[in-house]
C-alpha cells in the first residue's frame, strides 16, 4: 500500500537533517506524546535544547502541541503529525536545492540507522538468547531493471503492512518488544 508522500519542501527536509531531531521525531511516533523533559531520558541532551528541535519540527510540520495531556500547564506535550514521512524521491531529484536537503537527510538517516545497529551489536550480550538468536541482518547484491526495483519496494511495504497489523495486535503483550526493522534497496553507484 503506497503511501501519499506527505513531504514536499526542501526546508522541511533540512528540518529533519538533523540527528537530535530525527530521534525526536521516531521517539514521538514510537512512545506518543511526549514533553522534552520525558524525552531526555532517551536522548542526551537538556530538555530546553530539545524544546528548541521540537519547535523546528513544528515549524515544518512534523509535530504539534498535544492537548489534553499531563495537568501541569506548564508542561508542552508534543505529538507527530504522520506515523511516517513520506516523499517522492524523483521530485527531489528534480530540483537541486530539494536534492541536497535529500543528500543531507539521507546522511542524518544512514548515521542514525548505524547507531541504531551498534546500540543493538553493544547490548546483545545482554539480551536474553532467544532475542538475539531471532535478529537478523542480510544484504544482498540484486541485478534488477527499475521497474523490478519498485516491485521490490512494494512488496517489501506489504509485508511491512502485514506486520504493522501484527505489531498492534502485540499491544500489551508481555513476551512482545520493540524491534527496529530496515529495509533499503537502491542501485549501487
Known amino acids: 500500500m503506497a503511501t501519499e508522500p506527505n ?46 528541535h521540537l519547535r523546528t519540527l513544528a515549524a515544518a510540520g512534523f509535530v504539534e502541541e498535544a492537548e489534553g495531556h499531563g495537568t501541569d500547564r506548564r508542561q508542552r506535550w508534543w505529538r507527530a503529525t504522520h506515523e511516517t514521512t513520506v516523499w517522492d524521491t524523483a521530485e527531489f531529484a528534480r530540483d ?65 503492512e502485514r506486520w504493522l497489523a501484527e505489531s498492534a495486535r502485540n499491544a500489551g503483550n508481555g513476551s512482545a518488544a520493540t524491534v527496529f526493522f530496515l529495509a533499503q534497496g537502491y542501485k549501487q553507484p
Request: hydrophobic fraction near 45%; aromatic fraction near 6%; charge should be negative.
Open 7 to 52: 513531504l514536499h519542501r526542501a526546508s522541511h527536509m533540512r528540518a529533519l537533517a538533523h540527528p537530535t531531531r530525527l530521534r525526536l521525531l521516531a521517539l514521538l511516533r514510537e512512545h506518543g506524546p511526549q514533553t522534552a523533559a520525558h524525552l531526555a531520558e532517551f536522548v542526551d541532551e537538556a530538555p530546553g535544547s530539545l524544546s528548541y
Open 96 to 160: 537541486p536545492e530539494r536534492l541536497a536537503a535529500q543528500r543531507d537527510m539521507f546522511r542524518s538517516l544512514g548515521q542514525a540507522y548505524a547507531s541504531r545497529l551498534t546500540d543493538y551489536i553493544d547490548s546483545a550480550a545482554d539480551l536474553a538468547p532467544e532475542w538475539v538468536e531471532a535478529g537478523f541482518t542480510t544484504d544482498r547484491a540484486l541485478r534488477l531493471t527499475p521497474a523490478q526495483l519498485a516491485a521490490l519496494g512494494g512488496e517489501i511495504e506489504a509485508l511491512q
